[in-house]
């Protein structure tokens, strides 16, 4: 039987978080960071299958994404992103833990390993490494672009989502992601993501050196590389020989392939298995 999530509100750091539990609360516990601007829904496929009596899966909405607040200009960056995880934590009783992060979410991953990687038990990065190919930073612009647009109906706004071909093939699944994405306004629907936190998360970027992070990574860690181009022509977003330097620079690392785009990996049932697979024999170790 597939685990039901549980939906729940954290606070933290004079903030509050959304989140999404799946399986018992008193499982040991693996946090779910999702990537720029999505949101904890793009857990559900891993977190239903997961989740149970050994492990449970709590996925979050980051701040100024999804149902978490929004906490203005200044606030948003990886190290901020970081310390709510370990908030988080605290808050649900746990001094260690598990991360699997997404894209964006596998940099918060790394930020936390450098702040206190004593506390992870176990590292997942979904699709995230070192630097991307030349024409992965256009890609992601256009699939991140638009927050503030206000679309006439939900429908309109899936199939401005559909049309950017990376949810592809599109399932119930990723129309419960797109949905979750969306309020109501005055005028139609928009977007919850905050531009503010997009914008701020993406310059953060540019400070930070993509392979230094890698010497944090000194728990079992687990790297899951998308195959296929993020967009047919525009690359990888782990380049083959990021992969490669990844297993000879990161002591306990895994690689795992699968056959998959940046975002459809998070949802395959490969990807379910390997991060299984590599969570329970990490905590064996």
Do not use: C
Request: glycine share 12%.
């Amino acid at each position: 039987m597939r685990a039901v999530g549980e939906e729940l509100d954290i606070t933290v750091r004079s903030h509050r978080l959304h989140g999404q539990r799946f399986g018992s609360p008193s499982a040991p516990l693996v946090l779910g960071l999702h990537g720029l601007s999505l949101n904890m829904r793009t857990f559900d496929f891993v977190g239903e299958r997961l989740g149970g009596d050994a492990l449970q899966l709590v996925a979050l909405d980051l701040r100024g994404r999804g149902r978490s607040d929004a906490t203005g200009p200044g606030t948003y960056g990886w190290e901020n992103h970081a310390l709510d995880v370990f908030a988080v934590a605290d808050v649900l009783g746990f001094e260690r833990f598990g991360l699997i992060g997404q894209s964006m979410g596998g940099s918060v991953a790394m930020k936390a390993a450098e702040l206190d990687g004593s506390r992870l038990d176990a590292v997942v990065l979904v699709d995230v490494a070192g630097r991307v190919d030349p024409g992965v930073g256009p890609a992601i612009a256009t699939f991140t672009g638009g927050q503030g647009e206000v679309h006439a109906s939900v429908d309109a706004y899936l199939d401005v989502v559909k049309a950017q071909g990376l949810a592809d093939p599109w399932n119930d699944h990723w129309d419960r992601v797109y949905r979750y994405q969306v309020r109501p306004t005055a005028d139609g629907v928009r977007s919850v993501v905050d531009p503010e936190a997009v914008a701020e998360d993406r310059a953060y970027t540019m400070t930070q050196d993509p392979y230094v992070r890698w010497r944090h990574l000194t728990m079992p860690t687990l790297l899951l590389r998308a195959t296929r181009e993020i967009r047919p022509g525009a690359g990888h977003v782990v380049p083959t020989d990021d992969r490669d330097r990844f297993l000879r620079e990161v002591p306990h690392s895994t690689v795992v392939e699968v056959d998959a785009n940046h975002l459809t990996i998070n949802a395959h049932p490969d990807s379910a298995a390997a991060i299984g697979d590599f969570i329970t024999g990490a905590r064996g170790r």
